[in-house]
């Protein structure tokens, strides 16, 4: 079961945690740099674009600073060390994380509303308040095994806004995939990632046999 292996602390675990986290940290970086540092400059594939975002800027602000927090928040969360230390730390970023994924996903979808991206983006959202929903609720009933699996999966939702992004440089993936192909690849992106999440939850009894 999942559980043994969350319970199980060991050397060769919090290894690839670290290796996990600096790869996010890396793909997150290349993502600022060629997604939105490059719209703040007006790169010129992305000019219509940056017009768009600039009359969306009264929803876009609350949304990027909501979701910028539900980013950081994640990993000074998933740190064992600190939770341990600092528990009443650890809670309190918790629910501010709450408060921003339930503040980014209600204005994605509004931000999405009467565009082709709705439903696909409409997914995303309920995908993004359910696993959070239910991170909260197995927090504050105490079962802290699936409350950390749920946060894996939340997290995953909230990392498809850098995953659904790596590509964005290469002209074919950014202006060619249409507004049909967009909608489907956000949900296909949100359920790609949570099956990996659960992929790795399970890593253990996929790959070793009971005696
Ligand atoms: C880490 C979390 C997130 C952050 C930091 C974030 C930030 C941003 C930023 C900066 C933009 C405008 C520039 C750009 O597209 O790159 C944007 C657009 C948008 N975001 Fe997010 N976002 C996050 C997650 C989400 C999620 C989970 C949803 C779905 C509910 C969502 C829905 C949207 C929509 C619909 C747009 C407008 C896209 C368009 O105009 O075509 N975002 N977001």
């Known amino acids: 079961m999942a559980t043994s292996r969350l319970l199980a602390p060991n050397s060769s675990r919090s290894r690839f945690k670290t290796v996990l986290w600096i790869f996010l940290g890396f793909t997150a970086l290349f993502v600022f740099i060629t997604s939105e540092v490059l719209l703040v400059t007006d790169y010129p594939m992305y000019h219509a674009y940056r017009l768009q975002v600039i009359a969306d ?3 876009l602000i609350p949304h990027t600073l ?3 927090f539900a980013l950081l928040i994640g990993p000074i969360n998933f740190s064992s060390r600190i939770r341990q230390r600092h528990l009443k730390f650890h809670r309190v970023l918790g629910r ?3 408060i921003s994924v339930f503040i980014g996903a209600t204005t994605g979808v509004t931000l999405a509303f009467g565009r082709p991206g709705f439903p696909g983006t409409c997914g995303q959202a309920a995908a993004w308040v359910v696993c ?3 991170a909260f609720i197995t ?3 105490r079962h802290i095994v699936q409350h950390r699996q749920w946060m894996a999966r939340s997290y995953a939702v909230t990392f498809t806004f850098i995953s659904s992004r790596v590509l964005n440089l290469w002209p074919r993936y950014w202006s060619h995939l249409g ?3 967009s909608a ?3 949900i296909a992106f949100t359920l790609a990632s949570l099956l990996l999440v659960d992929l790795g939850l399970n890593w ?3 790959t070793t046999r009971r005696d």
């Open 66 to 68: 909501a979701g910028i």
């Open 132 to 134: 959070t929903t239910a």
């Open 96 to 98: 501010i994380y709450v």
């Open 57 to 59: 800027r009264h929803l």
């Open 179 to 181: 507004d049909t192909l």
């Open 184 to 186: 489907v690849g956000v």
């Open 139 to 141: 927090a504050h009933n």
């Open 204 to 206: 253990r009894e996929l």
